[in-house]
């Protein structure tokens, strides 16, 4: 899952960062240049989360970016907890605690508040299985997300706010899946976008409208080997 770390201000870095939205991870690192200790974690967790391999080198990344800053590097590192545990991938007994605790922690830090109660949400969400709870944490980054001006921070909390409100038998729900949808198409967020895609065709009634979006999904995920997306779909 990107995580879109636009608190992270580097001009130099914007071409890794859209290769990255595009899920294209390997060709991000190789750019020419120096790749910072911060952006080579972050792409590598982000691609972690989407394709589920190299986990030995995220890891690494991620330690390097701990000893030069504890806070950014303990909120990828709760993102890699996070994933292990969601989808077994060399889970650990300590993982769920370890990314409640790197979670929690960010919050309290300005660059990181948002995309941490957006985490928390989802680990309230699929981890502690307390809907309430995480509602609390995706109306945080929600807010934060618009304070801000984070449009992919927004597609995520609305994604899982709209789906909440389905599940409660709210049809408004289904507007927010699909400006979600739309957001991430805009930022050029492939992956983002194919999940969204998917996502959205769950929720609407079978035929042309779902078959040509779930088409579109499967379509990316097969291209950038999104490998959790792939199984869903």
């Given at each position: 899952m990107d995580t879109n770390t636009a608190y992270i201000v580097n001009p130099a870095e914007d071409g890794a960062r859209a290769l990255t939205r595009a899920g294209l991870w390997d060709l991000a690192l190789e750019l020419p240049g120096t790749i910072s200790t911060a952006l080579r974690a972050e792409i590598l967790t982000d691609r972690f989360w989407w394709r589920l391999e190299e986990s030995a080198t995220t890891e690494a990344a991620v330690a390097a970016l701990l000893a030069e800053d504890p806070l950014l590097g303990g909120f990828y590192d709760a993102q890699l907890a996070y994933t292990r545990t969601l989808f077994g991938i060399d889970s650990r007994p300590e993982d769920p605690q370890r990314a409640r605790a790197g979670f929690a922690a960010a919050t309290d830090d300005e660059r990181l508040s948002g995309w941490a109660s957006f985490w928390l949400g989802v680990l309230a969400e699929h981890v502690d299985h307390s809907p309430q709870q995480a509602t609390g944490h995706f109306n945080?980054?929600?807010?934060?997300?618009?304070?801000?001006?984070?449009?992919?921070?927004?597609?995520?909390?609305?994604?899982?706010?709209?789906?909440?409100?389905?599940?409660?038998?709210?049809?408004?729900?289904?507007?927010?899946?699909?400006?979600?949808?739309?957001?991430?198409?805009?930022?050029?967020?492939?992956?983002?976008?194919?999940?969204?895609?998917?996502?959205?065709a769950a929720s609407l009634p079978p035929g042309g409208e779902a078959g040509q979006l779930k088409e579109i999904a499967a379509e990316t995920a097969r291209e950038l080997r999104l490998t959790w997306l792939i199984k869903a779909l």
């Open positions: 945080r980054a929600l807010d934060k997300a618009l304070d801000d001006n984070d449009p992919m921070l927004e597609s995520y909390a609305i994604r899982h706010v709209g789906g909440q409100a389905l599940d409660n038998g709210d049809t408004t729900g289904l507007d927010l899946l699909r400006k979600s949808y739309h957001l991430r198409a805009a930022l050029g967020a492939r992956p983002q976008t194919a999940a969204a895609a998917a996502t959205l």
